[in-house]
């Protein structure tokens, strides 16, 4: 039995839930990787797998195995990394999750940090904001970009590198005409009378929209939406195609800058600025990508540059 290569399975099915997307992803049959993984309780004596028709999950003894097994990828992914690279020229992956009000400003640092370094490949995912803390401490994850106040809320084991304030603002067609090719820059608003108009809005279970509805809340507004997505291309299309307004944090708002029928109007009455950060796995080493990635991260002309893209309007709104 190839240990190694068992717990790598082991991982694989712990991340899809299921045996045969687990194969696929491993480049293996089904039967090879479930003889695989029974070879692994064979090895330590004990079930690992609760198994039913289809995967029911892992036994407390499968969870302790599977953490040392998230383990042991890590440090094999670094000292692969190690004996590919020195720390002023880093080879390797690097995968970064990102909350979708984040990706962006995600996006932009992958350029930079690939145009910096070009022996690192980036990969940038789009994730919830609990895919990412389960994802960095399952070490899936290299470094998470997202909301840093739920950390202490949660009680997560991750540290964290703030970047930049989230604001946002009312997106909705112009009453006027607009002599530009560009997004209209509007005044200022209220959520009480953004409230008042027809919204296409985050579903529930995104942490963006529990912002978002606090805010309606704390205004003394109830907010019935007509449209609701998971995605903030639709909030930002259904806007340009349809008869809806949304609200979109700064970050989002380069992707309707190019419609010159809309305007975006700071929201205000509450004032709402939410931190936005790098998370990261507090007690295990870095690999020479992740050291490279937390550099940039902490670089003056980095968060300069994240500032100015989160908030287009930012010159002109809030306190």
């Given at each position: 039995m190839n240990l190694l290569a068992s717990l790598r399975y082991l991982v694989a099915l712990d991340e899809h839930k299921h045996f045969g997307r687990a194969a696929l992803a491993c480049h293996?049959?089904?039967p090879a990787?479930?003889?695989?993984?029974?070879?692994?309780?064979q090895e330590f004596g004990t079930t690992i797998i609760n198994r039913g028709r289809v995967y029911v999950g892992l036994t407390p003894e499968g969870e302790r195995v599977l953490a040392t097994a998230q383990r042991m990828m890590h440090e094999r992914e670094l000292l692969q990394q190690d004996l590919r690279s020195v720390a002023s020229k880093p080879v390797g992956n690097i995968v970064i999750g990102a909350v979708p009000t984040a990706v962006p400003i995600a996006a932009r640092f992958a350029a930079m940090l690939q145009a910096k370094h070009p022996g690192i490949m980036p990969t940038v995912l789009s994730m919830t904001s609990d895919e990412i803390e389960n994802g960095l401490e399952k070490l899936s994850l290299d470094?998470?970009?997202?909301?840093?106040d739920r950390l202490q809320a949660k009680t997560l084991r991750l540290r964290s590198l703030a970047q930049y304030t989230e604001h946002y603002f009312l997106v909705r067609k112009s009453?006027?005409?607009n002599l530009g090719n560009l997004l209209k820059i509007g005044s200022k608003t209220s959520w009480k009378q953004a409230g008042t108009l027809p919204l296409c809005l985050l579903t529930p279970d995104m942490h963006n929209r529990t912002i978002v509805d606090a805010a309606f809340a704390e205004a003394g507004v109830t907010v019935q939406t007509i449209i609701e997505t998971n995605s903030l291309l639709t909030l930002a299309v259904s806007v340009v195609a349809g008869e809806v307004c949304s609200i979109l944090p700064g970050a989002m708002l380069d992707t309707v800058r190019g419609y010159a029928e809309l305007e975006a109007l700071a929201l205000e009455g509450p004032w709402v600025a939410t931190p936005i950060g790098f998370m990261m796995p507090q007690s295990l080493r870095t690999s020479h990508t992740q050291q490279a990635a937390i550099e940039l991260?902490?670089?003056e002309a980095w968060l300069k540059h994240a500032a100015q893209h989160s908030g287009l309007?930012?010159?002109?709104s809030g306190s």
């Open positions: 293996i049959t089904q990787l479930s003889n695989a993984l029974r070879a692994l309780e470094l998470g970009l997202g909301y840093t009453a006027k005409s991260a902490q670089d309007l930012d010159s002109q």
